[in-house]
C-alpha cells in the first residue's frame, strides 16, 4: 500500500504580508517550508511527497528538497489560484497505483507524525478519509449582518486541520466537484464517509505574524 502526500504550498501568503509566499518566509533558519517537508520526509508512514509550489518558486522549491536530503520528493509542481486548484495540481502528479493520499498545508509546519499515524489508522478501518481536527473552545455563532441567527450546540462541533488523509481513487473523484476550503469538504458532499481523528494543537496554521512567533516558539 503506497502513501503519497502532497504538500500544498503555493499560497500567497496576503494576510502574512511578507515580501514573499508564506512557504518562504524565515521559520528558524530555513524556510517555512523546510519544516513539514522534512517531516513528511522522515515519517514512517510515507512514501512519496509531491511539493506545490508557488508560480516562480518551483526552482527554490526543489532546491530546498535537495538541501534536506528529502529523498521522498518525487515532483515539484506550479500551484493554482485557489487551494483547490493547487491540490488537484498535486495529485495529477501521484500514479494511479497509489493507494493513499494525504493532502498537507505547508502553512501547519510543526506536524507531529502521531497524526498522520491516525490518519492512515482511520482509512484501514474502512473511512474513506480521515481529519484530524481539535476542539471548539470559542462559543460558535451565526451571524448575519451583525446580527446572531444562532449558537451552534459547542461539543457538536470540531476545528478541522491537516494532514487530511483519503483512498486515493475517493479523493481523485471528489476534485473532479470543484472547489471547498478543504478537500474533506468535497469528500463529504460527494457521500464519502470522514473520520475524525485526534489533531494537536501544534498543527497550528500559520496566518498571521504572531502565529509565525507562536510556531516558532514551538519549534
Ligand atoms: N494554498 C495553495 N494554493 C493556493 C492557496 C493556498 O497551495 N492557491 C496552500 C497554502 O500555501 C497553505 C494552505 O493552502 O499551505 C492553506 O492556505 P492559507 O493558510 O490560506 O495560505 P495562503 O493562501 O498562502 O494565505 P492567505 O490566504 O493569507 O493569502
Ligand atoms: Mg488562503
Redesign the pocket.
Known amino acids: 500500500m503506497s502513501v503519497w502526500a502532497v504538500l500544498?504550498?503555493?499560497?500567497?501568503?496576503?494576510?502574512?504580508g511578507e515580501d514573499r509566499?508564506?512557504?518562504f518566509v524565515r521559520l528558524g533558519d530555513l524556510p517555512l517550508l523546510a519544516e513539514p517537508l522534512r517531516r513528511l520526509d522522515e515519517s514512517g508512514w510515507v512514501d512519496h511527497v509531491v511539493v506545490?509550489a508557488p508560480p516562480n518558486w518551483e526552482e527554490p522549491a526543489i532546491l530546498l528538497a535537495e538541501e534536506l536530503g528529502a529523498s521522498k520528493v518525487s515532483a515539484c509542481v506550479t500551484?493554482?489560484?485557489?487551494?483547490s486548484?493547487?491540490?488537484r495540481a498535486g495529485v495529477a502528479e501521484v500514479p494511479a497505483d497509489a493507494a493513499v493520499i494525504l493532502v498537507h498545508?505547508?502553512?501547519?509546519p510543526l506536524l507531529p507524525d502521531e497524526v498522520v499515524g491516525r490518519v492512515i489508522d482511520a482509512l484501514g478501518q474502512g473511512f474513506d478519509g480521515a481529519v484530524p481536527a481539535v476542539p471548539v473552545s470559542d462559543t460558535v455563532k451565526r451571524v448575519r449582518d451583525g446580527v446572531v441567527e444562532e449558537t451552534l450546540p459547542r461539543d457538536a462541533l470540531v476545528a478541522a486541520q491537516t494532514p487530511q488523509g483519503f483512498v486515493a481513487s475517493v479523493l481523485r473523484a471528489a476534485l473532479d466537484r470543484g472547489e471547498g476550503s478543504d478537500c474533506a469538504s468535497l469528500v463529504e458532499q460527494a457521500g464519502g464517509r470522514v473520520a475524525i481523528v485526534a489533531g494537536d494543537e501544534r498543527l497550528l496554521?500559520?496566518?498571521s505574524r504572531a502565529d509565525l512567533e507562536r510556531v516558532s516558539a514551538w519549534l
Do not use: C, F, H, I
Not at 500544498?8 to 502574512?16: C, D, M, N, S
Not at 498545508?105 to 501547519?108: C, G, I, N, P
Open positions: 500544498v504550498a503555493a499560497g500567497r501568503g496576503e494576510r502574512l509566499p508564506k512557504a506545490v500551484g493554482g489560484e485557489t487551494r486548484e493547487s491540490v498545508d505547508a502553512a501547519r496554521k500559520v496566518t
